[in-house]
Structure formats: C-alpha cells, structure tokens
C-alpha cells in the first residue's frame, strides 16, 4: 500500500494521478478464514482491523451484502462523544474517542476528525440535576466534562437562543474533546488497511445461511458460495435480529428507522455541536456548510431507510425556537438508518449460544463514536474469549437483570 501524503499527491500530480493504486483489493472468496466478519460497516472493519494489528489474526473476510459503509456507517450524523453516566459505557466510548483522535495518523487516511466539542442542553430542571450528576460521574470516571451556564453556552454557541418560553435554556452539559469525524473516510480508512493486511473486503456478499456442526460454527452460506471458518463475528446494526436468526438464536433488540436531514449549505455560523434532548433534535454544520439536523426515532419497527414528512416538522419545529436562523433555510436532503435498540440502551458485545459466533450489536442511535472502541473491544474478544471492555455488556446481563441504563445519554438521536 502506498503511503498517502503531500509528497504523494505532488508527485501523482506530474502524472496526471495515473499511478494511484486501489485503495482496496476486490478479491473473490476464499474457501475458508480463520474469521468471518458479517457486515462491511464502521463496526465491522474497526474489528478486522483490530483483529489484525492488536492480535495479528489476518486471515480474514468481511462480508457486506451490499456496498462498504452503506448502512448506518454513511447515514449518521458524526457526532463524537464519550459523556455517559455508566463506568462500562464511559470506558467504552472515551477509549473510542481517544482512538478517534490519532485514527488519521493510525490509518494514514483523513477521516478529519474535529474535536469542536458538543454541548447537550439542559432545558427543564429534570435535565439539569441529570447532567450535573453526568458530570459528578465522568469526574470520577476520568473523563473531562462540565456543567455550564445559559450564558457560557450563549458564548458558544451566538445564534442560539437562550430565552426560549417553551424550553429556555438552563445550561448544559460540555465536552470539550468531543466533536465529528467524517463518516464515510472512517471506513474507507479502515477497508484500505483491512486489504493492506491481506483481509479481503468482499462486498455484494450476503450472507444466506450460519452453517453449525453441533453446537459450533463451521462457516457461512452466501450468495457467492460457501466459505468455512472458525468464527464468526455478526455486526450488522439494524438486521442484527436477522442474521442472529441464521445462527439458531434470538436477541433482546428492535429495530426501528432513525431520520436525518440536511439543509442547503450557508456561511460557518457554528462550530460546535449543540443536542437537545427535551426537543429531541441536534445539529452541528458541517465543512461545506450544511447544517446538519437529526431526530428521534420512527415509533414503530420498520426497516425503511428514507425520511418521513412528520419527523421533518417535529424536529425542525422545535429545533426553530432554540435556533431561530434554521426557519430561514431549505432542506437539501433526508435520509434514515435503521437503528437496533436495547431495552437498557446500551449495546451487546457478546458470546452467543454458538460457539465461534461473536455478536456486536444494540448502539441504537449512538453507533458511530463508537466506532473504533468497538472494534478494539470486539477484536479482543474474539481472539481471547473475553476483553475487560465488554465483560458488562454480555447477553447474559438481560437474563439476570443486570442492566446499564443509559436512557438519559442516549434517549435522542445522537
């Protein structure tokens, strides 16, 4: 793989950018792997990757039944942040968004991450007492954020509107080092050292059939053949209860369609990310100037991946009292993601009742900033049997009661 650099593109450009390699191999399958990586999403490749620089495990397929990154890994909003009440779930996301930090650097790949910060508005005094105790709790956990005041977040923040008579802004909860990265170069950095180790990334690849001997995995049916292996990893977000069907077992999950919008692009008039969980809607801008807004969730389980009328009004009416400019602008595009939720809010990285079959699934509406920690914690997993980062979140805990409710930090879309 050649390295990407300034020398790089000078040195292409002579040569009318005729000598670029692939960024990444299209090989055909192979007839086994040591591992099987079901879903070609930010998940997925974060733990090939993974499993390869931190356990040097690279016989290895990702398979993606459609395009790379064409599920919720192109279809979220990039909102980075690590602010969880929880000690697993604030492990798990602040080593994720240190991993965001050097991941450029790491893949050598722009996946240009901006730590802008993110301000998670208290708009009545149940949000307030909430985010101070979130606060108390990420001090003892390590993780640096703070209550602020109506006007530091006015500061921040000059078009937003302070003074509202519906939700009036009371404070809020910051986090300095959080931020957005670029969905899409998230997992094209990943697929390019995926196939740079000697993975392949195969791509309009479903998988049709989990095939088992007994009680363990032996490979997987797909519509380009069959393929054995030693183990399996089922990352697929929204048709986890799906492809966990396949291997003979059900999950505590429901998926439902999560909306997002766009608006035409305007001058930098923010540069932080703002989430209001009374309102249920966020935005932050991005770098060519949309204002990118998100919701909440359909109320009902559906597997459609467009936008809806009714979620456009309820999110941008109530987003218009809080930021005023946004009734001025026009809408780009709307697009959904289908989202697999948790009674307790909180994912499942997990052993299944097959043996050799891996399960990361359940982030519901906060998948993305968890990206690279997933990978690291799932990687770790599947090559040791267990990772300290996912020792809380078995499927296990649903049967004996032991949940991690994280229905405040993540109760919106974000």
Same mark, same amino acid.
Request: charged fraction near 20%; hydrophobic fraction near 35%; aromatic fraction near 8%.
């Given at each position: 793989m050649k ?6 593109i ?6 009318y950018?005729?000598?670029? *390699?692939r ?5 055909e =399958?192979?007839?086994h792997? *040591?591992? !099987? !990586?079901i &879903?070609?999403g930010?998940?997925?490749?974060a733990?090939?990757?993974h499993?390869g620089?931190?356990h040097g495990?690279?016989?290895?397929? !990702? ?5 790379l /990154? ?7 909003t990039? !909102?980075?942040?690590s602010?969880y009440l929880q000690?697993?779930s ?7 968004r ?9 893949l050598n790949?722009?996946v ?7 301000i998670m @508005?208290?708009q009545?005094?149940?949000?307030v007492?909430?985010y101070q105790?979130t606060?108390h709790a990420?001090?003892?956990? &390590?993780?640096k ?7 530091r %977040?006015?500061?921040l ?5 302070i003074?509202?008579?519906r939700?009036? %802004?009371? /404070?809020g909860l910051w986090?300095a080092?959080g931020?957005t ?7 094209w ?7 740079d180790m000697g993975?392949d990334v195969?791509?309009?690849c479903?998988?049709?059939a ?12 797909t519509?380009r ?8 990893g089922i990352? $697929?977000?929204g048709?986890?209860g799906?492809?966990?069907g @396949?291997?003979?077992f059900r999950?505590?999950i429901?998926?439902v369609?999560?909306?997002?919008l ?5 001058? =930098?008039?923010?540069?932080v ?13 991005s770098?060519?100037g949309e204002?990118v807004?998100g919701g909440?969730?359909d ?9 809806s009328?009714h ?8 987003? %218009?009292e809080t930021f005023?400019m946004?009734?001025r ?6 697009w959904? &993601?289908i989202?697999?939720?948790? /009674?307790?809010?909180s ?7 097959? *043996? ?9 509406t &906060?998948g993305?900033?968890?990206?690279? /920690?997933?990978?690291w914690a ?22 004996e009661?032991?949940?991690i409710?994280?229905s $405040?930090?993540?109760?919106v879309?974000?």
């Open positions: 390295r990407y650099s300034a020398f790089a000078a040195r292409e450009a002579l040569r950018h005729t000598g670029w *390699d960024a990444w191999r299209a090989p =399958p192979k007839p792997y *040591d591992v !099987i !990586i &879903g070609g930010g998940h997925g490749l733990t090939a990757y499993l620089k931190n495990i690279t016989n290895v397929a !990702i398979l993606e039944k459609g395009w /990154g064409g599920g919720n890994t192109g279809r979220n990039t !909102i980075i942040r602010n000690d697993p604030a492990a798990l996301y602040e080593k994720s240190s991993l965001y930090e050097t991941m450029s650097q790491d790949y722009n240009m991450f901006s730590p802008r910060g993110v @508005l208290a009545t005094q149940h949000e007492r909430g105790r606060a990420n001090a003892l956990q &390590g993780v954020t703070e209550f602020i005041s109506p006007d %977040v006015k500061q923040v000059p078009i937003i509107n003074d509202g008579p939700y009036p %802004v009371l /404070g986090q080092r931020g990265a670029r969905h899409d170069a998230v997992a950095g990943y697929a390019r050292a995926c196939s993975m195969i791509q309009q479903e998988v049709t989990i095939k088992r001997d007994g009680g363990k995995v032996t490979g997987v049916s519509t053949g069959e393929i054995t292996c030693g183990k399996v990352v $697929v977000a048709n986890s799906h492809v966990a @396949l291997a003979g999950l505590p429901e998926s369609a999560l909306q997002a766009v608006s035409e692009p305007i001058k =930098p008039c923010m540069d990310v703002v989430m209001a969980n009374t309102v249920h809607g966020y935005m932050s801008q770098d060519k204002m807004i909440g969730t109320g009902y389980n559906n597997y459609t991946q467009r936008g009328f979620h456009i009004e309820e999110t941008v009416r109530a987003l %218009v005023p946004v009734s602008l026009k809408m780009l595009r709307q959904g &993601g989202v697999d939720i948790t /009674g307790d809010r994912p499942i990285l997990s052993k299944t009742p097959v *043996d050799g079959v891996f399960i990361n699934c359940g982030w519901g &906060g993305f900033k968890a990206t690279p /920690g997933s990978g799932m990687a770790e997993l599947m090559a040791k049997g267990r990772s300290p980062l996912t020792d809380a979140f078995g499927l296990e805990r649903f049967r009661g032991r949940f409710d994280e $405040v930090a993540a109760g879309a974000h």
